[in-house]
């Protein structure tokens, strides 16, 4: 899988490490950030860009070159007033996409206000899968089925126009079974194999996510 895209992940503790470790994992640019120096230090052979930071601090956020990152993920959740300067720093700094991870509905409310993209309320390997998802451009997970399985949305890819599912066998290349199509706000539920794909639609698929890379 080539991954072109850059990441950096503030806060090493359970959830942020998971995240840096699959992202690193699958070849991706990782820059993993901590406060503490015994956090960075214990995790210097892990990653092979780790500093010790104080992300809320401007000075630290320019040397860093935060602002050419493309995906920042703040997992920090020990302060909601440092999680809010780091959001805030990070959007001034030019960051496209800001992933927080949150732990009250009102902490939420806060981070979306002060500019975060997305909010992500951590559980069991929740790390993980915001990795995964992440690395898949184009995939859209809707509902985790199992530890293997995920209902997932993805873009017809350009040399599928004009073809059907039968021409396609996308169960026996790629071990996923389409359940719906998607076109704008409708959802297609009751599918004709034999239609041509429209370029701009979405087929909704149940997929083996240990898999689902050969997609790429």
């Not at 997932?152 to 126009?161: A, C, G, Q, R």
Request: contains cysteine.
């Amino acid at each position: 899988m080539s991954i072109n895209k850059t990441y950096a992940v503030f806060g090493l503790g359970r959830y942020g490490r998971a995240v840096a470790e699959e992202l690193l994992k699958s070849g991706a640019e990782v820059l993993a950030i901590d406060m503490n120096m015994e956090v960075v230090s214990s995790l210097s052979s892990v990653f092979p860009v780790c500093k010790c930071a104080d992300v809320t601090d401007t000075d630290a956020i320019e040397q860093l070159g935060i602002g050419e990152f493309d995906t920042v993920i703040i997992a920090m959740s020990n302060s909601l007033e440092a999680t809010v300067m780091a959001i805030t720093l990070c959007k001034e700094a030019g960051v496209k996409n800001v992933i927080v991870k949150c732990s009250t509905e009102m902490h939420r409310k806060i981070f979306l206000k002060v500019g975060a993209d997305k909010v992500i309320f951590p559980e069991k390997d929740s790390g993980i899968r915001l990795a995964r998802n992440l690395l898949s451009a184009g995939f859209s997970e809707m509902m985790e089925l199992s530890e293997d399985l995920s209902m997932i949305e993805i873009e017809v890819k350009e040399d599928w126009v004009g073809k059907n599912l039968i021409e396609l066998c996308l169960r026996k290349k790629y071990s996923v079974n389409v359940v719906a199509i998607r076109k704008g706000d409708s959802v297609i539920t009751e599918i004709e194999p034999s239609v041509p794909l429209e370029k701009g639609t979405r087929l909704i698929v149940i997929a083996d996510v240990r898999k689902i890379k050969k997609l790429k």
